[in-house]
């Protein structure tokens, strides 16, 4: 029972030969800066990991480097696992989880 349990966590851990790419990448942010932030143009780049399911959908966010202002860095994360999808990293052609690694330019729109 235990070899089949190693076989089975060896082969969710296979590298991919094809990381995960992002789908209609610009549509993830729309509409989703944060209304305070947005208020007191606040701006910064966030940049995330997020985990990828075999299905496209992100499974996970994190922040590896903050854009300074928490509440951008929210909205980065929400967006990315609420609107996120992504054609699947795949090993020798078989839909694998994957990680991307991305960023969210935070712009507030001059006046």
Same mark, same amino acid.
């Given at each position: ?34 209304? %305070? $932030? ?10 995330? &990991? @997020?985990? *990828?399911?075999?299905?496209?959908? !992100? ?23 609420? %609107? $996120? ?10 839909? &694998? @989880?994957? *990680?991307?690694?991305?960023?969210? !330019? ?6």
């Amino acid at each position: 029972m235990w070899i089949l349990a190693l076989a089975n966590a060896a082969l969710a851990l296979q590298a991919a030969d094809q990381p995960p790419k992002p789908l209609r990448y610009g549509e993830w942010f729309m509409d989703m800066y944060p209304e %305070r $932030a947005w208020r007191l143009r606040i701006e910064g780049d966030t940049y995330y &990991v @997020a985990t *990828v399911g075999t299905d496209g959908r !992100a499974t996970g966010c994190e922040i590896e480097k903050s854009s300074g202002d928490e509440s951008l860095d929210k909205a980065t994360c929400n967006a990315v696992r609420n %609107r $996120a999808r992504f054609k699947p990293a795949t090993a020798n052609g078989v839909p &694998v @989880a994957g *990680v991307f690694h991305g960023k969210a !330019a935070w712009r507030a729109p001059s006046e």
